[in-house]
Structure formats: structure tokens, C-alpha cells
């Protein structure tokens, strides 16, 4: 697999991830809505934001790599 493949799938994984941030900020909205605890939510959400995190440190890191390579996009 090529530097340019690996920054297509970082890239689609981050908008999936982006996908998955708004749905668990609505099943913490519903839950608040419903009285129901929100901490196991929560706690997901945070780690879905770090995954988040990490995976844009990740696709920065194959840019610098192909722009250095003398490929950038």
C-alpha cells in the first residue's frame, strides 16, 4: 500500500470517527432528555475525541512524509 492509500484510509477513518462523535453527542442529548445516566456516554465520547486526536496527528504525519517524498496532493 502506497503513502497516498494510507492518507485516503486515515482520511476516511477521521470522517467516520467525525460521523461517530455527532451520533454519541445525540445519544448523551437523549439520555439527558430521558433522565438516564450519561457517564458511560460521556466517557466514550471522550475517548472517540482522543481517537479523533490521534488519528489527525497520524494523517499530519503522512502529509509531512509525501510532501517530503516530493509527492504532496
Known sequence: MGIQEDIERVEQHIRE???RIE???AVI???EEN???TDGPRNFL???KETLSLSRDHLA???ADEFRAGNPQ
Open 17 to 19: 470517527i467525525e460521523q
Open 23 to 25: 451520533h454519541q453527542r
Open 29 to 31: 442529548t437523549q439520555a
Open 35 to 37: 433522565g438516564l445516566p
Open 46 to 48: 471522550w475517548f472517540l
Open 61 to 63: 504525519r503522512l502529509l
